[in-house]
């Protein structure tokens, strides 16, 4: 009879629990399928994706990365993949905005010190890039 309650209940469990989980992901992909269009509108409306712009680096930004891949002894946050993606980016003409924001954090990072560059004009933190 032990068996007979615990299937039951178990049972009930199951069929109240499962309508609930679907609900939970139909909401899910509800609001992931509502935020494509929103970020796909964007680009189409002639606005740039954030990050995407293109910008030319400045001389000082240049040499920052200089002196990232120089520093003996190297920091312990200064992994490999940092200093080939400091590499690539020494050698490249131009950058997307969300790579000078990489050297900058990475700048911070390994400085201690915040990223200042007068040559630079950047969004405020607390507000997004159009």
């Known amino acids: 009879m032990t068996h007979f309650r615990i299937s039951i209940s178990l ?3 199951i069929t109240i629990l499962t309508p609930a989980i679907a609900v939970l992901r139909a909401e899910d992909a509800l609001r992931i399928q509502m935020q494509l269009p929103q970020r796909s509108q964007a680009s189409r409306q002639g606005q740039p994706l954030e990050g995407s712009q293109i910008v030319r680096p400045s ?3 240049r040499a920052a990365i200089s002196q990232l891949l120089t520093i003996t002894p190297r920091p312990k946050t200064l992994k490999d993949a940092d200093i080939k993606y400091l590499e690539d980016l020494l050698n490249k003409a131009a950058w997307f905005g969300f790579e000078r924001r990489i050297v900058h954090e990475i700048w911070t990072e390994v400085s201690g010190k915040e990223w200042h560059d007068t040559e630079v004009t950047q969004p405020p ?6």
């Open 11 to 13: 049972f009930l469990v």
């Open 59 to 61: 001389p000082k930004e």
């Open 125 to 130: 933190k607390n507000e997004k890039s159009p």
